[in-house]
């Protein structure tokens, strides 16, 4: 089962790779692991990239 959590409502991902969600954080696929996380409240998810909520000008 695919489990997006917070990443489904950031504007960094941007597709999915051998089965892992690509953000601009983890352009190589964000780690199960991280996915549990609250995103929301990570001042950072990895690489100075943190979590930043979509609009409607970015969906």
Do not use: Q, V
């Amino acid at each position: 089962m695919i489990r997006l959590g917070d990443c489904d409502d950031c504007k960094n991902r941007f597709g999915f790779k051998n089965g892992h969600t690509l953000c601009h954080a983890f352009p190589e696929g964000i780690p199960y692991e991280h996915m549990e996380k609250d995103l929301k409240s990570l001042k950072e998810c990895n690489n100075g990239i943190g979590f930043e909520p979509k609009t409607e000008n970015n969906d």
